[in-house]
């Protein structure tokens, strides 16, 4: 089953059971990519990739907004809550990430493959990382990864 039609499944059922935390969730993942779908410049088609796409930029606009509240504090404490089940939500359907050992292994690997000696050229190890793992990998963290690598 194609990950648009799963989610239109889970909004059913989060209706039907009265979810509404899930049904707002879902809505809203429909609502991003409905905004995509009709962004000028856009087209091809509608397939698992774009809807991963969608939810991967949903889930770290999650993210950095659950940092601002977390340091809000008492004020931002609902909102933590609702934003972290939004997250969890969004990482069911996204594929699992290379842990920090797998990461650094591959970014190890590549840098020799690359002959890359020097933090400048970083920029291109990331844009090779990013080509085959898109999705598993953040470039900040790749990013990150090599500095320290080549500062060692």
Known sequence: MAL???LDERLRQALKEKDTRTADVVR???TKLSERRTAKGFSGPVDDALVLDV???YRKQLQKALGE???????GAAQVVQLRFEVEFCDRYLP???DDTALRALVGERLGALGITDAKQV????????KTHKGQVEPADVKRIAEELLRS
């Open 123 to 130: 920029g291109r190890l990331v844009g090779d990382i990013m």
């Open 96 to 98: 699992k990430g290379l």
């Open 55 to 57: 939810i991967g930029a």
């Open 69 to 75: 509240f977390e340091k809000a504090g008492e004020r």
């Open 28 to 30: 809203m993942l429909k």
């Open 4 to 6: 648009e039609q799963q």
